[in-house]
Antibody
Framework: QVQLVQSGAEVKKPGASVRLSCKTS????????IHWVRQAPGQGLQWMGI????????NYAQNFQGRVTLTSDTSTTTVYMELTSLRSDDTAVFYC???????????????????WGQGTLVTVSS | EVVLTQSPGTLSLSPGEGATLSCRAS???????IAWYQQKPGQPPRLLIY???SRATGIPDRFRGSGSGTYFTLTISRLEPEDFAVYYC??????????FGQGTKLEIK
């Protein structure tokens, strides 16, 4: 079965960086895009970026451009999200989610997010 | 950028009643690019509806999505206790644009 398992909670100081992982299994890793979504406490969902694990191409939301980097490791079927220059308002749960796919002839990134990781809480506090 | 506005912010209903949740887009959106999610406390969102009206795998038929253009709805008939949660609509499209509405909280009256 499809699973996305995220790394554990983190506590960071303002200005630091954090790197989260999303280990996938149960499907062909290079076929599906992976997204990252932020959810601040009591707030809604905010899309951060997308990576195509086949080749590693990325696109980021304007709000996070310059601070977020997504990478993928096909040998371990894991996607990573690094967020730099952390601020207190980055305190949130971060989710990875699968959405969009590539066939043998074309790619279709515009698709619903059908599987989600369990989420990772990042607390930014001095 | 397409902005999604959900209404109402909170909906108070009793089990057995029906619910209608709305999602309005700031400009016309292809129905193929609208989804709905359910989120319970401490859990990740769960995909309910994709392409505006198609139920995801395992979603009961009391959940129904509809709409077109700038107005989309999620209708839940005969509310069950487990349906009380927060619901989000989402739009995705070309040029890697993805956005969510602010959510509607469905609470027990």
């Amino acid at each position: 079965q499809v699973q996305l398992v995220q790394s554990g909670a983190e506590v960071k100081k303002p200005g630091a960086s954090v790197r989260l992982s999303c280990k996938t299994s149960g499907y062909t890793f290079t076929t599906y895009y992976i997204h990252w979504v932020r959810q601040a406490p009591g707030q809604g969902l905010q899309w951060m970026g997308i990576i195509n694990p086949s080749g590693g191409s990325t696109n980021y939301a304007q709000n996070f451009q310059g601070r977020v980097t997504l990478t993928s490791d096909t040998s371990t079927t894991t996607v990573y999200m690094e967020l730099t220059s952390l601020r207190s308002d980055d305190t949130a749960v971060f989710y990875c989610a699968r959405g969009g796919y590539c066939s043998s002839t074309s790619c279709h990134p515009a698709d619903a997010f059908d599987f989600w990781g369990q989420g990772t809480l990042v607390t930014v506090s001095s | 950028e397409v902005v999604l506005t959900q209404s109402p912010g909170t909906l108070s209903l009793s089990p057995g009643e029906g619910a209608t949740l709305s999602c309005r887009a700031s400009q016309s959106v292809s129905s193929s690019y609208i989804a709905w999610y359910q989120q319970k406390p401490g859990q990740p969102p769960r995909l309910l509806i994709y392409a505006a009206s198609s139920r995801a795998t395992g979603i009961p038929d009391r959940f129904r999505g509809s709409g077109s253009g700038t107005y989309f709805t999620l209708t839940i008939s005969r509310l069950e206790p487990e349906d009380f949660a927060v619901y989000y609509c989402q739009r995705f499209g070309s040029s890697f644009q993805y956005s969510f509405g602010q959510g509607t909280k469905l609470e027990i009256k």
